[in-house]
């Protein structure tokens, strides 16, 4: 059974780097089959997709967030992981692990999330 | 403010019929398939229906998908307790160098 779980800091200080891993068992990263993105959820607020990574380490990113995101994958480890700098307030969501068939087609499993407040 | 709209809310009683729907434009939902997405508060989301109307395997068949044009829609039929939850839409967007797009969530209560 695939399960993803994410993992890192519950809390961050403006304007430091919030730092994500996500661990994949069930399934090889390496087998590139699939992508694997991250998606947050501020609170009250809706879903937004911040960016995706393929096995090889290409990458896909919300443009609106480019400047500050970096994701990256360790087949080795079979993670992958979000870095995105310079946080402030606005940060603060649930941020989803998940993955997909193709860059373009849905998300098929999803980790449950982990909280993120950025405070000082 | 997301980019695909759905309704805030939705409500009916055990074993009614619920449509949810999703409103988006020609560079989402009119160029790319939809997925829905059901997701209880503190658990994974979890897939519903892709490819507009695909169900994954062990999805009940109470649940369906449609598209058209620019829109799509979720239904429920034979409303159950347990489908109280919140229920998402999404869609790529080829606008700017592409991203996925997601609806607001409804809220579906189950009377």
């Known amino acids: 059974q695939l399960q993803l779980q994410e993992s890192g800091p519950g809390l961050v200080k403006p304007p430091e780097t919030l730092s994500l891993t996500c661990t994949v068992s069930?399934?090889?990263?390496?087998?590139?089959?699939?992508?694997w993105g991250w998606i947050r959820q501020p609170p009250g607020k809706g879903l937004e997709w911040i960016g995706s990574?393929?096995?090889?380490?290409?990458?896909y990113y919300n443009m609106s967030l480019k400047s500050r995101v970096t994701i990256s994958v360790d087949t080795s480890k079979n993670q992958f992981s979000l870095r995105l700098n310079s946080v402030t307030a606005a940060d603060t969501a649930v941020y989803y692990c998940?993955?997909?068939?193709?860059?373009?087609?849905?998300?098929?499993?999803w980790g449950q999330g982990t909280l993120v407040t950025v405070s000082s | 403010q997301s980019v695909l709209t759905q309704p805030p809310s939705a409500s009916g009683t055990p074993g009614q019929r619920v449509t949810i729907s999703c409103s988006g434009s020609?560079?989402?939902?009119?160029?790319?398939?939809v997925s829905w997405y059901q997701h209880l508060p503190g658990t994974a989301p979890k897939l519903l229906i892709y490819?507009?109307?695909q169900r994954p395997s062990g999805v009940p068949d109470r649940f369906s998908g449609s598209k058209s044009g620019t829109s799509a829609s979720l239904a429920i039929s034979g409303l159950q307790s347990e489908d109280e939850a919140e229920y998402y839409c999404?869609?790529?967007?080829?606008?700017?160098?592409?991203?996925?797009?997601f609806g607001g969530g409804t809220k579906l209560t189950v009377l």
């Open positions: 998940a993955r997909h068939p193709y860059l373009r087609y849905h998300f098929d499993y």
């Open positions: 069930g399934d090889s990263i390496s087998s590139g089959t699939y992508y």
């Open positions: 990574v393929y096995y090889s380490g290409t990458t």
């Open positions: 020609t560079s989402n939902i009119g160029s790319n398939t």
């Open positions: 490819s507009n109307n």
């Open positions: 999404a869609a790529w967007d080829d606008s700017l160098n592409g991203l996925w797009v």
